[in-house]
């Protein structure tokens, strides 16, 4: 019993997983093709902006204006790209997904507002800018030029597995292997001794802060190209998402633990519930509440650990 | 009392004076402010307000906070329109409304209090979930209802004055006397100021932290309910975001996040503050979505506030108290 | 006089299976005085904290006036009549004495609606007040007292409790004399009236003075009890230390090199106009009561806390502004007084903590190669004597000694020019102490600088080769190592 526990509270990413991929698998026609189209077309998208927030929670903060930094940078930005100025717009785009971000880093550091409410309160703001810049309206009709990011493939592989897989393995690198990374994951775990060991907490802090930004006005602008529109709606979930797809590949709220490369499972997790939700014919206003629940159950998950990590010698 | 209390009475009085700067500059700049009607629809908006950040008053003074109290006004809104119109008598949609928000709010106090989860993270969630639940109810339509007793709770008028502020008077007495003068108010206070002590003094905190959040919960449905008698319609959104107008109008009342200290009187201050500042705006004329930047804005601006007041006070009292 | 109100029976106690308390037998009697000493560390916090309900027993029973009571939570055993001033007040700052003393009790008046009744609150917590002599508004809030004060609240509580057993856990650290004194009348005073006090200490001088019985603990275990009258001070130090006193601190004196730290009329939140100096192969130590401003003073050098005024040197360059990092590039390295929060991240590996510092330096290129961070995490492991299994061992699951180790280990490996030391051997068992010693030695040897700050007055007279003594945040003198005494540095504290 002791290990059958311990041994579901190890691998219960893996058990959940293959559980959930059955449960849909049985019921599509092409599980196969189901599979594949979520790993190539869905997963890439929430697999970017998931990662900012694992940063962030790495730190031992959060970062919920993911959506609306993604909805901003990618508005202001379409209105160079519907001019064919692609470069340019993306650059923008990436700029101000840093500027914003930079905003959360020097409200968490500077001005020492709790991560939770500063990116909230900013999402809350720049919610209410892209409204204003929008006015209502969308952005459609990209050129192809700028489709393509996102539509095009090499030897029969989605651009977006490449792009993703490439922020993957830079992120793994920066974080696993540089004295930046190392000093990230120090300061997360206790950002006091590691100020008191010459570290410079705040950079650090306002630079993930500032990555996390860049990687939501990425997402969006592959939303953006996917979807061949901007709108200032774009993003609503991507907080609640990302932070459930975080939570739920292990990394941990205490900061310091956890990395990327778990919420590679955690994404994959989120984006299988959601395929075999749909496939269940479950309405996709269901998503809210489901969200909310993997939030509390991986929470619960991370407790139990701790709690009966001796106990069942983990 | 007043002696020993002084900073809090200046705190109050500060308060109170910026108030009235605002009132006196809408009064002049916005056209349409200043009048009964004008006012009155503000002071019923206050109330709204005040009802929801009396329960989140509570909260914080434990040291914790509630982000899912605007889904719970949602959920709530639901709840009791769709009972409605499904034929149910309105005391009993009503009450499930209510029930709605205890259940929630008992989630919220079992995560918080019992398993010890992060109460920023387990009330986000319980947010979502009570987003999640009022949009599936009622798929995310509106639901319109055709009963006068749910119109009059929103707009009915009682001696010239709205039910509402009739209703949410009596409902602040009661939470006043709850929270300065009962055992229940005590224990909160306790445990707000450090959870070791109060725990070390013998009083079971997970008890109070459920009843807090259940407290919580009701007065969010309750204010979810004044939202759909104004309306006299359910809508899934009618709470969205409002949490954070709720948060804001406790920080700016004086009740700062970490907890044991402020109460209800300066929440009430703050919410004057916030439903002149939200009123006045449209009466300036800005659009929607200008006043939801700037709203924003505001309260991010008071959040800071708050937090580099209470950091320089932090460090004063380190140095002062062997704590 | 000679009942016997509490009685303690083979209680033991371990945590995470390192015992603590061993077989501990026990008499309390009836109106009087019982003193607990021991190290730091033998265990009589612990027994304290079991007594009064706030940890559970392993084993062993305990006896109430003579009848067996199970004392499973703070409440059991206030209810019994036993309450304990632990050294951390159990105070909440923003609500006033009365409701304070009352706290978790309040009196009741209506039951129907549960309201409070602060007026009878106020009254009793005045009368509480004026027989320890104190003339305060119980409406003041606890906020606006003194740590004197605020201490005589808590005596007010356990008055209030009708406590029959009053548990104290050093509650003189933080006094000055005179409010010392006043405590001593108010034991004096409750024991007259059949009140039983544990009184735990580690200020030998005081015992004789107030003591009726004294119990020695050593290592989880009770070495003896005897009366005071038949007790010496040398007899007391025999029995807690268990063994010869060495002279264990080893120190070979050196001529000192040039001067490496001075600071000019330093002065920020808690000191001002502090001039000390520091030069290569000394340890200089500064020397003052809790809240004289030693901690504030390093954490100002160090640059965690701002310079208000005045300017530090660093190698005689002028600093009107420090910060952490810059403290570090100047190869300062400062190893606190609180370990677990300040020293060591103790969630990560001790190869991690040891590194820490040293990171940017050893890999210029700024990526990390496992293999030189595991051989030099190792060689200071070993140089150090870290006792684990091995460098990816967490340092939470290390005694505070090794994890004290890890901490210096960090700035040894950062190869700082001149480390600080605040309260290095606080917690720590006497063989790391001794170890941590010879480090110290070791590290002056080699030409370093310290600036070491302890509570411990043979410890700093033994180490170091100069004194600074502090007082409200001033310095008031300056000791030579052939000058320094115990008493002419406590004359220069208080």
Sequence with gaps: MKRIAGFALNYYKIILLFAILSVSSSVTQDPLQNIKNMIMIQAPFVMIYSFGMTLAVITGGLDLSLGSVAAFSTCAAAFLIIKDQIFLGIAVCLLIGAGLGLLNGLLITKAKVNPFIATYGMDWVIRGAVYIMMSGAMIYHFSNDFKIIADGSFLGISNLVYISVAILLILMFVFQKTVFGRNVYSTGANTKVSRLTGVNTDLLIIIVYMISGVLASTSGLLYVARLDCAEAFLGKNFGLQALAATLIGGTSLQGGKGGVGNTVIGVLIMVFLMNCLNVLKVSTLWQDAVFGLVIVVSALLEMAKQRYANYLQL | MKKNNYSRYREITGLLAGVLVL??????????FFGWYNLHNVLKDLLILMVVASGMTLVILLGKIDMSAGSVMSLASIVTTLLLSYGFNIVFALLAGLLAGAIIGFLNGYLVGVLNLNHFVATFATMSIAKGLALVACNGDIISSDSDVLLFIGTGKIFGLFFIVWFAAILLIIMFFLSTKTKFGYKIYSIGGSEQVARLSGIKTSNVYLLTYVIAGVLA????????????????????????????????????FEGGKGGLLGTLIGAMFLAILKNGLSM??????WQYALIGLAILIAIVADVSINERRKAEEKRRIKL | MDETILEIRNISKSFSGVPVLEDINMCIKKGEVHVIVG????????????ISGVYKKDKGELFFEGAPVQINSVQKALSVGISIIHQEFNLLPHRTIGQNIFLGREPIKSHFLKTIDYEHICKRSKELLEYL???LDPRTLVYNLGIAQQQMVEVAKALCFESKVLIMDEPTATLTRKETAKLFEIIKKLRSEGVSIIYISHRLEEIKQIADTLTVLRDGKVVGSLSIEDASIDQIIRMMVGREIKD????????????VLRTENLGAKRFSEVNINLRRGEIVGLSGLVGAGRTEIAKTIFGEDAIEKGSVYVYGKKYNKMNTQRATRLRIGLVPEDRKEEGAIVEMSIRHNIIHAVLPRLFKSSVISKKIELSVASKYKEELNIKAPSVNKLVKLLSGGNQQKVVIAKWMCADCEILIFDEPTRGIDVGAKAEIYAIMSQLVGKGKAILMISSDLPELIGMCDRIYTLKDGKVTAEFSRTEATQEKILAACV
């Design chain 2, 284 to 289: 300036l004329g800005f659009t929607p979505a």
């Design chain 3, 248 to 259: 264990q601190y080893e120190r070979h004196y050196h001529t000192h090199g040039e001067e």
């Design chain 3, 39 to 50: 190290e730091n560390g033998a265990g009589k916090s612990t027994l304290m904290k079991i």
């Design chain 2, 23 to 32: 009132f006196i500059f809408m009064s002049f700049a916005a056209e349409g």
């Design chain 3, 133 to 135: 002599g104190l003339d």
């Design chain 2, 221 to 256: 449905a309750v204010g979810g309910i004044f939202m759909s008698g104004k309306a006299n319609s359910g809508n899934a959104t009618i709470g969205d975001g409002y949490e954070f107008s709720v948060i804001a109008t406790v920080l700016i009342g004086g009740t700062p």
